[in-house]
């Protein structure tokens, strides 16, 4: 997954790569993703929303960030997200 983040004006924050299972699936709390390679064991938590998700072609996909190779991902999710301040 390549999540963006952005601030109010579009810009660029962060950028993360992440590659996991999918380990629990709740239409309330969303998706419980197990991560795997350089982040292995941590939980990444996301909105029960499948529609951010598409079927990944088969291959390997590297991530630019961190060099690690996926090979064969099921789905494929690519999302920016906006942060703005906390007033």
């Known amino acids: 997954m390549a999540i963006r983040y952005l601030d109010k004006e579009g810009?660029?924050?962060?950028?993360?790569?992440?590659?996991g299972v999918i380990i629990k699936a709740d239409q309330i709390e969303g998706l419980d993703v197990k991560l795997e390679g350089s982040r292995a064991g941590e939980i990444f938590r996301l909105p029960p929303?499948?529609?951010w998700f598409e079927d990944a072609r088969p291959g390997t996909y590297t991530l630019k960030s961190?060099?690690?190779?996926?090979e064969n991902p099921d789905?494929?999710?690519?999302?920016s997200i906006?942060?703005?301040?906390?007033e």
């Open 66 to 70: 961190t060099g690690e190779v996926v």
């Open 11 to 19: 810009k660029l924050i962060e950028r993360q790569q992440l590659h």
């Open 49 to 51: 929303d499948l529609r």
């Open 75 to 79: 789905l494929i999710l690519t999302v």
């Open 82 to 86: 906006t942060k703005h301040d906390q």
